[in-house]
């Protein structure tokens, strides 16, 4: 079974811009979450999505939004960046039923210039 | 509040065991799981524990909760330089998928 496959792997942006960052879950899985991971604030909830609704949100700013599709694919959306948020995006996978823990993927490595 | 603390750094020899602890403040944690991360790469999932037990045992891992004083710690058997790695704890409440993760600790294995 294919893990859980996170694209673009990095990606270079300007400040202002804006990015997507694309989720592919494991095969059945419905629930995809959302991760930041930083030195400095280590890893941090973004959101979590399950059947194409926004279950559970962390405490990040609007800039930040999700969504996902009927196959359970998802993808993030981040506006106007900033220098802060260069980061690792983890994107997890899980059968989301509450008692199936998370696959996570190779992640997305953003840095902001 | 939600911490999950770790101390930073852990060093042993190759073929030693590596005791890895992290401590936990929310009681109404459902499950808690261990994580590893090497250089480059995600976190990959090396074992979870639900609430309501006290020890699980996986080949070279075993896992402790002591839930009384919030306590979880992971135990890697004859320790391989390919064991080097950061490891998170993390724990999760109810049904959802938000998980609070620990800041990690680096296992260095040295020949």
Known sequence: ???VTQTPRYLIKTRGQQVT???SPISGHRSVSWYQ???GQGLQFLFEYFSETQRNKGNFPGRFSGRQFSNSRSEMNVSTLELGDSALYLCASSLGDGNSPLHFGNGTRLTVT | GEDVEQSLFLSVREGDSSVIN???TDSSSTYLYWYKQEPGAGLQLLTYIFSNMDMKQDQRL???LNKKDKHLSLR?????TGDSAIYFCAEGRGGGNKLTFGTGTQLKVEL
């Open chain 1, 37 to 39: 991971q930083t030195p």
């Open chain 2, 62 to 64: 075993t896992v402790l």
């Open chain 2, 22 to 24: 992290c401590t936990y």
């Open chain 2, 76 to 80: 890697i058997a004859d320790t391989q």
């Open chain 1, 1 to 3: 079974k294919a893990g």
């Open chain 1, 21 to 23: 960052l694309s989720c």
